[in-house]
């Protein structure tokens, strides 16, 4: 965490307002004692009273269904992004954040496209483009409400479907233009820790794609196509390995920072043949670097490691409401739940 | 019970015949029935074990599953699992048990199984996905054994039927009869004998 | 008019100016931190106040030391007293300390406290831990204070 502080750190002043906000809307991000008791309660029921009794009224469940449990959180997650681009001086971050659900709408409307499907889809409304100009670009080819960034992603995409007949590898080249833009508008920022925390989580997940793809039993020539370029982490060193035992992977990133989400992730997919602990590590990982948010009072690190704290937060939910609906142990529960922000 | 038969040689002849067949066909169908009964306990034991291993890895997968999309929306499932790609196809064949025929499922599977990109996805769910493979297999091949039980049990059903007939109607009726012819032509040699016997008598005395 | 006397209205200027300016960033920065507090929660307000009013102090040294040398070469007796060229000099380097800094330590004092105002609203009971961090930037501005008027009182008129 501390490793990202450097001159630049603290300096934005314009940043004093948002960050005083959330210094205020920390106080309703989850700690660990709230989730423990979460945990340990009987039921859902008693386990979502307990964010009530801690003041939480955010989260306030009328039904205990699982798709308006799943519209409350999505409607926080909605908000979440909301207050960003409310507080921040700037609407980059907000832009940031947003274009990921762009590119799940695009996914999800060019699927539905090549395999014939007219049905309603689950699209997020919150993206930086509007869904009626996604839907015409997609479906009728008009091309005019979107960037011509975009339209060359779609045109790639439909392409790469139409060449290999594998959704996998459309949304695989879907996904690497999500980055493209993302990294695009990241030099147009110019902001140290932006790049840091971006880059690292291309490593990070340049590392889960390369497991994956052993387990979907991708041949390593296509490797090159499907990982992430902007990371730190090389990609043609993955490619070396990739043949390599599994056991031996570790090893090549001894010197690296994410040696210790590497040895452990591996090590447990070798034992329980899962590939769970090495998300979780990863979440884990980029989590604790955003901690530096906490320490900030003019910078973007705030608002940053505030945002992601959020969704961290909905995601321990998630896993606390599914985990008790489904009657998982409080132990498998505690096991795979997330570090906390606070 | 006596058969409506007349009682002369020539029907218990005829009946004699008939009841050696008889015979012969009830052991030809015990052994069948025994022998079926044989090959019904073996696909019930079978049927166990299958079902036991179905039932252990239904329950180990979708556990697997539940904690591999545990962090994840509906939604974000949603958009994954509403495209699939993957077609799976049953072809049927017929073999002989003991002449009754039962179905044999064949699976066959194409396409695609991961139709998902890499990030936003849980990478549990590759792993899970690709285990789930082996319950479709799993399940046709119960849905197999159970067809050819129901099968076997209808013609064990229909040979024990065929069998109790045999034993209990057919050939006590058959030597019933038999006896009952055996003793009415005895009966008739009796009464002849003493009739010649009374007309020797009458003719010496004269 | 004696040539010494625009050397000390310099100084004055320098201390009441460069002093509140720096002030004026100062409560600036934490007012804005403040006003993203109190967005949230409205019932902080005095804690609130407390801590953006501090770095205003510099601008008030800087005053001080302004009146101190307005009233030691007779601006306010109506009738300013001649100065020589040295004495104008002292005066004005005299000034110094408290322009320079008070403009920075109120800057810096400013980001203290609105650092601060963060801590009060996580932890409201710790009101005077916070009050502490930014009054140790105090100190500085104080000492400065100090120097200045030791400074001015050496200078003979």
New interface residues.
């Given amino acids: 965490m501390l490793k990202n502080i450097n001159e630049s750190t603290n300096t934005l ?1 314009e940043y ?12 309703y991000l989850l700690n660990k004692e709230i989730i423990h008791k979460m945990i340990e309660s009987q039921d859902l029921e008693k386990s979502l009273r307990v964010l009530a009794e801690n003041n939480l009224s955010e989260y306030s469940f009328e039904k205990l269904d699982s798709s308006s449990i799943d519209q409350v959180l999505v409607n926080i997650s909605k908000r979440n992004l909301n207050l960003i681009s409310e ?1 921040s001086p700037y609407p980059y971050l907000f832009q940031l954040f947003s274009w990921k659900h762009d590119f799940h709408n695009i996914k999800v409307l060019l699927k539905a496209k090549m395999l014939g499907k007219k049905e309603l889809f689950p699209l997020y409304d919150l993206g930086n483009l509007s869904l009626n100009g996604l839907h015409a670009a997609v479906f009728e080819g008009k091309y005019q409400l979107i960037p011509i960034k975009i339209k060359r992603f779609i045109k790639q995409a439909e392409e790469g479907y139409l060449k290999y007949d594998s959704l996998q590898l459309m949304e695989v080249s879907i996904d690497k233009g999500y980055y493209e833009t993302i990294f695009e508008q990241l030099e147009d920022i110019n902001q140290d820790f932006l790049f840091y925390y971006y880059k690292t989580e291309v490593d990070l997940l340049n590392l889960i794609i390369t497991c994956r793809c052993k387990i979907r039993e991708i041949h390593k020539s296509k490797l090159a196509e499907i990982l992430i370029k902007y990371g730190q982490l090389s990609t043609q060193k993955l490619i070396d390995i990739y043949d390599n035992p599994l056991h031996s992977w570790s090893n090549n990133f001894q010197k690296s920072d994410y040696f210790m989400v590497i040895e452990q992730g591996i090590k447990h997919w070798i034992e329980k043949n899962s590939l769970l602990k090495f998300e979780q590590m990863i979440d884990n990982y980029l989590l604790n670097l955003l901690k530096i948010g906490k320490y900030t ?2 910078g973007l690190e705030c608002v940053i490691g505030y945002y992601y704290a959020k969704e961290n937060d909905l995601k321990n939910i998630r896993i606390i409401i599914n985990g008790k609906k489904n009657s998982l142990s409080d132990i498998m529960i505690k096991k795979y739940i997330r570090d906390t922000y606070v | 019970m006596i058969l409506a038969v007349n009682p002369n040689r020539m029907e218990l002849l005829k009946l004699k015949r008939r009841l050696e067949l008889a015979n012969r066909g009830y052991k030809l169908l015990k052994d069948k029935r025994d022998a079926l009964i044989q090959k019904f306990i073996k696909l019930v034991y079978e049927n166990k074990r299958v079902r036991e291993e179905f039932d252990r890895k239904i329950r180990e997968r979708t556990n697997e599953f539940l904690l591999a999309t545990i962090c994840m929306g509906e939604n974000d499932l949603n958009s994954i699992f509403m495209f699939p790609q993957r077609l799976t196809k049953v072809k049927t064949e017929y073999s002989n048990i003991m002449s009754v025929k039962v179905p044999k499922y064949q699976i066959t599977e194409k396409g695609n199984l991961f139709t998902y990109g890499m990030i936003d996805t849980s990478p549990e769910l590759d792993n899970s996905l690709k285990k789930y493979q082996e319950i479709a297999p799993l399940m046709i091949k119960m849905a197999e054994l159970d067809k050819a039980i129901v099968l076997l049990t209808e013609e064990i059903e229909k040979t024990r039927r065929r069998v109790n007939a045999l034993e209990y109607v057919m050939i006590p009726n058959l030597e019933d009869t038999i006896k009952f012819i055996t003793m009415k032509l005895d009966e008739m040699a009796r009464s002849s004998n003493s009739a010649i016997m009374r007309i020797k008598e009458m003719i010496r005395g004269e | 008019m004696s040539d010494g006397i625009i050397l000390a209205y310099l100084g004055a200027a320098l201390a009441i100016g460069l002093a509140g300016s720096g002030s004026a960033i100062g409560v600036g ?1 934490a007012g ?10 409205p019932s902080k307000f005095g804690l609130v106040l407390i801590l953006q009013a501090i770095p205003g102090t510099q601008g008030i040294y800087g005053l001080l030391v302004g009146f101190l040398v307005l009233t030691k070469i007779g601006v306010f007796a109506g009738s300013p007293a001649s100065l020589t060229v040295k004495q104008g000099l002292m005066i004005l380097y005299a000034c110094l300390p408290i322009a320079i800094a008070g403009f920075f330590s109120a800057i810096y004092q400013g ?1 203290t406290s ?2 601060s ?3 009060i ?2 932890r409201p009971e710790e009101v005077g831990k916070a009050v502490v961090m930014p009054a140790m930037v105090e100190t500085y501005a104080v000492l400065a204070l100090l120097s200045s008027i030791l400074m001015l009182n050496g200078v003979e008129v």
Avoid: N
Wanted: aromatic share 6%.
């Fill in positions: 002043e004093g307002y948002a960050c005083g906000r959330i210094r205020d809307l920390e106080k507080i009072t003019f | 920065i804005t931190t403040g006003t993203g507090l109190m967005t949230e929660d980001k609105a650092g105002i963060g801590l609203a996580r």
